[in-house]
């Protein structure tokens, strides 16, 4: 019996700490999320020599469903990108063609950002496809956080080999990610910033990505307008409305 106890002892906070970090992955997965949402947002690209600035407008219905429209720059404006059940089209105006991305093309930069097509479609999930493990209490920006290890379960369809991230303990705000190859590599680092009251939430509205191996440049991601569970339906996405969404 002492012996049972002990077991107990041993794997009982282990489990319950898995089951508090995955409650606080999905609270701050649920933030950014409704069951719907449409939104303008800009983002730019920094080069040491050089940045562009890109406008869009986005749509989304649950995990599964999206649409990218850029707005400008000229050369780029009407290009769009849908994303169904974890498969990308993009649509190029320019040469009136609509060209679907193999999954070899899901870490390949988006629209020449540090973000890549896996980032926009989401293709894996952060509550299915990996174990949760909270390592210590840190602090972002003058907010207490939890910081969270994300490793993926075997055969989980990811493209990351960990994930530490930072969330808030107030708001459940992601605030920091942290993205490691198979071999334990830091490849980029996402923080979040400027907080404000969008749709009807509190929540980050600007995003910077900035490679491990070049800290020197970076893209910046920010919501200008945001709404959450709005009026869309399932037929909205598709690769027809994808060419003529406006």
Sequence with gaps: MR????????????YLSAQDAYEIIKKADEKMRGTSSKALATMRIVRPDWSREISMKMWSLGTKRSIVLIT????DKGTSTLM??????NWQPSIERV??????????SWMGSDFTNDDLVKQSSILKDYTHKLIKDTTIGGLACYQ????????????????????????????????YDEDGYLINTMNASKIKEMGGKIIPSYMEMIPADNPKQKTVFEYLELEFDVDIKDSFFSIQNMKRVR
């Design 72 to 75: 400008g720059p000229a050369r």
């Design 3 to 14: 012996a049972f106890f002990l077991i107990l002892i041993v794997i009982v906070p282990q």
């Design 99 to 108: 060209i679907k991305l193999p999954p070899s093309m899901m870490m390949q």
């Design 148 to 179: 969270i290890e994300l490793i993926p379960i075997e055969g989980a369809p990811v493209v990351w080999g960990k994930i530490i991230m930072c969330i808030s303990k107030e708001e459940d705000l992601q605030l920091s990610s942290k993205f």
């Design 84 to 89: 169904r059940d974890k498969e990308i089209w």
